[in-house]
C-alpha cells in the first residue's frame, strides 16, 4: 500500500468512528510522506499535546513534507495562542521561499507598509502568478514587473511582520450609537485579505435563505435576494480564522459564541429588505436553532468591497446609513439585557444598483454554539 491508500484507509475508519485504527493508519500514510495525513495527525497530537503537534510537524518538516511549518504556527496562533515571535514568523518564511501559497500571502499581508513587501509579491509571481493577478492588487502587481530581486533584509522584514501582527486587534470605533451598540470601525481588515476571501470562496455560492416564520425551516424569499457561501469549518483558512480572532476582541464575546461566518454578494437590486437579526418565532424548529447557543445578540458585519452604488446598511428607525469602504466592521445589538427583540436594529441591507457588493456577516450567541465549539475546542 502506499500513503494515499492508507490515507484513504483511515478516512473510512473516521467515518465509522474508529478512531484508534484511523490514527494508525493516519501514522502510516504519514510516514510514506502523505502531507494530509501529516497534518491530521498532528491535529491529533496537538488535542492532548500542543507540544508533541510541534515537534512532530518540525520532524517532518525537516524530512521534506511541505505545509507543516505552516500548520505549526497556525495551531499556535488560533488555538493555542502563545504570542507568535519572529521566530515563528521565520518559520512561515522557510515556507514561503520553498513555494506554499497560502504562507506567502500570509506575510505579504502582515509586510504591507514595510519597503521590501515586494520580497513575498515577487515570490507570489514565481509561484502563483495567477493568483497574484486575480487579487488584483495593481500597486504591488507593478512594483514586481521592476523588482531586481534580492537585496531584502529579511530580518528587519519579519520583525516588521511580527509588529503587524499584535497590531491587528487594535482599533477605535469612528462611530458609536449607544441605543443599539452600534459600533463602525475603518480599516480593520486588508484589501488583500478582503480580496483573496472573495476570490476563493466565490465558487461555492448558493441563493440566500431566511427562516420561515411558521415552520422555521431555510426558505428562499424575496425579502433576501443575495447569493451566499456558509463558510463552513472545510473552508476556514488563516484569514478566516484571523477574522474571528479580531471580530472576538472588537464585540468582546468569545469565538466559541459564534455561528459560521458567512459570505454574501449583492448585484443587480439584489438586496436583504428589513428585517431583525434576532430569532422569533414557536415551534420544534425555532427550539433546534435556539438550542445552538441560545438567541442571537450581535451582528458583525465585514465589509469586503466597495466599487458599488446603492447597497448601504440602514437602520431605518434610527435614520443611519452606512456606506463600509473595504475592510471596514460594522457591530450592532439585536436583543435587550431583558430578553427581547431590539426595535431599533430593525435594518437593511439596501438594493446594489451597480456594481458588486461582498460582505461577511457573523452572528454572535449568548453561548457557545456548536460550531464554536467544534472549532476552537482548546479555549
Ligand atoms: O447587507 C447588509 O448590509 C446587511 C446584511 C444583514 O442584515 C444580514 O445579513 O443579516
Ligand atoms: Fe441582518
Redesign the pocket.
Known amino acids: 500500500m502506499n500513503g494515499e491508500a492508507f490515507f484513504q484507509q483511515a478516512l473510512q475508519h473516521f467515518s465509522r468512528q474508529n478512531i484508534p485504527a484511523a490514527n494508525q493508519a493516519l501514522t502510516q500514510a504519514a510516514q510514506f510522506g502523505h502531507s494530509m495525513a501529516t497534518l491530521y495527525l498532528a491535529e491529533q497530537y496537538f488535542r492532548q499535546r500542543p507540544d508533541d503537534a510541534y515537534q512532530f510537524l518540525q520532524q517532518r518538516w525537516n524530512a521534506g513534507v511541505k505545509g507543516t511549518l505552516h500548520r505549526l504556527v497556525t495551531l499556535k496562533a488560533f488555538f493555542d495562542e502563545p504570542d507568535l515571535t519572529v521566530a515563528d514568523f521565520k518559520l512561515l518564511h522557510s515556507e514561503a521561499i520553498a513555494g506554499h501559497a497560502e504562507s506567502i500571502l500570509i506575510l505579504l499581508n502582515l509586510s504591507d507598509g514595510h519597503k521590501d513587501q515586494v520580497f513575498y509579491a515577487a515570490l507570489l509571481q514565481r509561484f502563483a502568478p495567477r493568483l497574484l493577478h486575480d487579487l488584483a492588487l495593481h500597486d504591488l502587481t507593478n512594483q514586481v514587473k521592476e523588482y531586481a530581486e534580492q537585496n531584502a533584509d529579511i530580518d528587519d522584514l519579519l520583525e516588521y511582520v511580527c509588529r503587524s501582527w499584535f497590531a491587528r486587534t487594535h482599533h477605535e470605533p469612528v462611530l458609536t450609537v449607544e441605543k443599539i451598540g452600534i459600533k463602525l470601525y475603518r480599516k480593520v481588515i486588508s484589501q488583500l485579505c478582503c480580496n483573496y476571501i472573495t476570490l476563493r470562496l466565490q465558487p461555492h455560492l448558493q441563493p440566500?435563505m431566511v427562516h420561515d416564520p411558521v415552520t422555521g425551516k431555510g426558505i428562499k424569499n424575496d425579502i433576501?435576494t443575495?447569493d451566499i457561501v456558509p463558510i463552513t469549518p472545510d473552508h476556514l483558512d488563516w484569514f478566516c480564522l484571523e477574522i474571528d480572532m479580531i471580530l472576538e476582541s472588537l464585540t468582546g464575546i468569545s469565538r466559541k459564541r459564534g455561528e459560521s461566518m458567512?459570505l454574501?454578494r449583492?448585484k443587480n437590486h439584489q438586496?436583504?429588505k428589513p428585517?431583525y437579526?434576532a430569532i422569533v418565532g414557536q415551534g420544534p424548529e425555532f427550539d433546534k436553532i435556539l438550542s445552538d447557543g441560545g438567541q442571537r445578540v450581535k451582528?458583525a458585519?465585514t465589509?469586503l468591497s466597495d466599487n458599488y452604488t446603492g447597497?448601504?446598511?440602514?437602520f431605518p428607525k434610527l435614520g443611519i446609513r452606512?456606506k463600509?469602504n473595504v475592510g471596514d466592521v460594522?457591530i450592532f445589538d439585536n436583543w435587550t439585557r431583558d430578553g427581547a427583540t431590539l426595535r431599533d436594529s430593525y435594518?437593511?441591507?439596501?438594493p446594489v444598483t451597480q456594481g458588486t457588493?461582498w460582505?461577511l456577516?457573523k452572528?454572535l450567541r449568548e453561548s457557545s454554539t456548536h460550531y464554536g465549539g467544534m472549532v476552537y475546542p482548546m479555549k
Open positions: 440566500s433576501r443575495s458567512n454574501l449583492y438586496e436583504y428585517h437579526d451582528t458585519i465589509y447597497g448601504e446598511t440602514e452606512v463600509g460594522l435594518h437593511s441591507g439596501r457588493k460582505i456577516t452572528w
